[in-house]
């Protein structure tokens, strides 16, 4: 049985539901999910698995959480090459910029977006899309 790793930020628990999501469709198909925060592990230790989730929110201007993601992410890009990575997180008044720059570090680092961009939620994540966020755990828990 695979285990997949969904590590977020949130700070007013938008994005903490989008972990949640990814986390049930993780284990609708039949995999184990271990949700937990980005202050709770090190890059090092996230890096140990090939497939793994993460979320953060936009912050600052489009970027981010400058304090826990941004360095933990600065760290595990020298990691990201061969892994399999699922990206989420909720915006307010942008349009998704901070996603595509995190997507294409990520991607430079040689790592594959799992279901090929991150998913976002206008603030908390309506019913449309925590189906998407679901079956992007789906397709975490095969890959
Ligand atoms: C300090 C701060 C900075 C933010 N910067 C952005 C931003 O640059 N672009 C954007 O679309 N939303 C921005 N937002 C809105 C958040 O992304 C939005 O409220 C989101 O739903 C928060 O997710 P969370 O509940 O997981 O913390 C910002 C919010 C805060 C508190």
Do not use: H
Not at 122 to 137: F, Q, R, V, Y
């Amino acid at each position: 049985m695979s285990k997949v790793k969904v590590v977020f930020w949130s700070g007013t628990g938008n994005t903490q539901a989008m972990a949640d999501a990814v986390a049930n469709g993780i284990t609708s198909a039949g995999g184990e999910a271990e949700v937990t925060t980005f202050d709770a592990i090190s890059a090092a230790d996230a890096a140990k698995d090939t497939v793994i989730a993460f979320g953060c929110p936009a912050m600052g201007a489009e970027v981010l959480e400058e304090t826990t993601v941004e360095p933990f992410m600065a760290d595990y890009e020298g990691f990201a090459s061969g892994k399999k990575i699922a990206l989420f997180g909720s915006y307010g008044w942008g349009d998704g910029q901070w996603m595509r720059d995190w997507q294409d570090r990520l991607t430079s680092a040689g790592a594959t977006i799992v279901g090929g961009e991150g998913v976002m939620a206008n603030g908390a994540p309506d019913a449309d899309t925590i189906s998407a966020l679901e079956d992007l755990g789906r397709q975490l828990a095969q890959a």
